[in-house]
């Protein structure tokens, strides 16, 4: 499975982006069928989630400090994840990257992702 993650960039602090992850190779019934997330690493911190959707997009859970601000989204038909980020903060900045997770479900721990997009940088300024 490769997974590319783009839509990065730099934005103003109260802007807007949207995060894509698309899905390639021999990877469409392994993505389709399982749960996929978005997790970030700022500068010299661990790598966190940020949000999380279950093999059929019909349950997301959304880490606290994005709630209402960022939501993520899929397309199976596409193979592919979104997040939707608005009113960025500068503590938004940071490497978002999607992952596959290991089932069906929804988890927030890192260890349950065994794919790994290779990141795209998301800069808010102040």
């Known amino acids: 499975v490769q997974l590319q993650a783009s839509g990065g960039g730099l934005v103003q602090a109260g802007g807007s982006l949207r995060l894509s992850c698309a899905a390639s190779?021999?990877?469409?019934?392994?993505?389709?069928?399982?749960?996929m997330a978005w997790f970030r690493q700022a500068s010299g911190m661990e790598r966190e989630f940020v949000a999380g959707?279950?093999?059929?997009?019909?349950?997301?859970n959304h880490a606290a400090s994005v709630k209402g601000r960022f939501t993520i989204s899929r397309d199976r038909s596409q193979n592919a994840l979104y997040l939707q980020m608005n009113t960025l903060k500068d503590e938004d900045t940071a490497v978002y990257y999607c992952?596959?997770?290991?089932?069906?479900?929804?988890?927030?721990?890192?260890?349950?992702?065994?794919?790994w997009g290779q990141g795209t940088l998301v800069t808010v300024s102040s």
């Open positions: 190779g021999r990877s469409g019934r392994i993505v389709s069928n399982n749960g």
């Open positions: 959707i279950n093999w059929n997009g019909g349950n997301t």
């Open positions: 992952a596959v997770a290991r089932g069906a479900w929804v988890s927030t721990s890192a260890r349950d992702y065994t794919y």
